[in-house]
């Protein structure tokens, strides 16, 4: 046993001069021609030192700390996901700096693991456009590269997955979510993981009612994606960091994303 645990230490070690070196790798981008880069370096130097914590797939959870300063106490709301469902995104700030928040998964599958790692509101309703609708839901197998459920009305393309069980969900609008979750007007961090559906329930959600500081969005396709940011911008959001955001968007607004580019 402590040959083991002397070669994990090493192992370590090995793990930290490997990431000091990236970081000095990054830190020599820093210079008068990358000006425009400024916030993409920083935030890998951020996420660089803090990759070992993160729950999410592509550190969604740290980009939220960076874009708000490792804000404590703050509150997300999550919905949607894919591979293990919801809650991967914020399950970081939750367990770490003391964020309370509001998850919806509806899939039977992964209620008991949830409920049982997780201290925020949880609801088994689908967030949808409209309320109290009842949709055909496919509880995808973890092992899937798919969506935790789709909407039988939201998949036109035939898409819905046909492994696991497939039954019927409750609707609930994103507002009726938030109210369920007695959520406070200033919500730090909304990730929507919904894909095809995530354009409509953006468009029915009165966002003067909350202060939405960040957002992740995943879209079902490039289309959806372009249609998306053009609603996000209409609302006064700015996309970031789209060179490690791949197929979803990140959003601030666009006061947020001036003040960081002036503080570099």
């Known amino acids: 046993m402590d040959q083991v645990l002397g070669n994990v230490f090493t192992s370590v070690l090995g793990i930290k001069d490997t990431l000091e070196t990236s970081i000095g790798d990054i830190k020599t981008l820093v210079h008068e021609g990358e000006a425009a880069h400024r ?42 996901g894919s591979g293990d469902g919801a809650g991967r995104n914020t399950l970081l700030l939750e367990k770490f700096y003391g964020w309370s928040g509001a998850i919806a998964e509806p899939a039977r599958s992964r209620q008991e693991t949830l409920r049982a790692h997780r201290d925020c509101y949880i609801t088994d309703k689908f967030i949808y456009k409209d309320d109290g609708l009842k949709i055909l839901f496919s509880d995808a197998d973890r092992s899937q590269d798919a969506a935790t ?69 995943a879209a079902g396709d490039p289309d959806q994606g372009r249609e998306v940011r053009e609603f996000m911008t209409q609302k006064g959001y700015v996309s970031r960091f789209k060179t490690f955001s791949a197929s979803e968007d990140w959003y601030v607004t666009v006061d947020s994303a001036s003040a960081s580019s002036a503080s570099v």
């Open 149 to 217: 459920g789709v909407s039988a009305g939201a998949d036109p393309a035939g898409r819905v997955r046909r492994a696991g069980k497939r039954y019927e969900v409750e609707t609930l609008s994103l507002r009726g979510f938030l109210q369920a979750a007695d959520a406070p007007r200033v919500i730090d961090y909304l990730s929507i993981g919904i894909e095809d559906d995530s354009l409509d329930v953006l468009q029915h959600f009165e966002f003067s009612e909350y202060d939405v500081k960040l957002l992740s969005i």
């Open 39 to 80: 916030d993409e370096i920083e935030f890998l130097i951020f996420a660089a030192r803090r990759a070992p914590l993160s729950s999410a797939s592509r550190l969604q959870d740290l980009w939220v700390l960076f874009e708000r300063g490792e804000k404590r106490n703050g509150y997300f709301v999550e919905f949607g």
